[in-house]
């Protein structure tokens, strides 16, 4: 009985929005992203035993280190990160792997700071697809992509234009790990 008052006591909220995993726990984080990134840059793949396998370490760390609040501050970290790449995967503008992996970064760092992650990847993301549109030649052909895309969604809804999803695409391809993994240590070094 002593949990639900704490689940409904602002000190519980708190806990949540400042839960500090610690030194291990961001280097962990950290190390996820590395080792996505090595799989994503040689074979565009990112494992599930790697995103799920790091998911449930980083809620069962959680409980080890904080108790209930660990597992609640990691699940809710994994969900956050899940619901905030999700619709992009749902679009087809992202493979699932990103998205499990954005997850099992909030699992052990939890939701206040894997929203930072999130906002620091979307940033990092889009400098680098300009980078990579630039160096390939690419680039007028992702304006015009992104001008089609805008006019779609104006006209018939927010739903995957089928000319341009990931799986049709016939440009380069961005490796989302990477910027995951950077946005990770932005968002560790700026908080």
Not at 29 to 40: R, T, V, Y
Not at 89 to 116: E, I, Y
Request: charge should be positive.
């Amino acid at each position: 009985m002593h949990y639900r008052r704490f689940l409904r006591s602002p000190k519980h909220h708190r806990a949540l929005d400042r839960m500090n995993f610690g030194l291990e726990a961001r280097s962990v984080a950290i190390g996820i992203g590395a080792l996505a990134c090595f799989f994503d840059l040689r074979t565009r793949r990112i494992p599930n035993l790697l995103t799920f396998g790091a998911a449930i370490a980083g809620i069962v760390y959680a409980i080890f280190e904080h108790g209930l609040a660990g597992l609640l501050a990691s699940a809710g970290g994994w969900l956050v990160g899940c619901l905030l790449f999700l619709p992009f995967f749902l679009l087809r503008g992202m493979g699932a792997g990103d998205v499990k992996l954005v997850a099992a970064v909030g699992a052990w760092l939890g939701p206040a700071t894997v929203f930072w992650v999130a906002l620091y990847t979307m940033i990092a993301g889009g400098f680098l697809a300009v980078v990579l549109a630039l160096a390939t030649g690419y680039l007028r052909q992702a304006l015009t992509n992104l001008s089609l895309l805008l006019m779609h969604w104006r006209l018939v809804g927010v739903r995957p234009l089928t000319e341009i999803t990931l799986a049709e695409a016939r440009g380069p391809r961005l490796p989302y790990a990477l910027p995951i993994t950077v946005g990770t240590v932005v968002a560790l070094w700026l908080r």
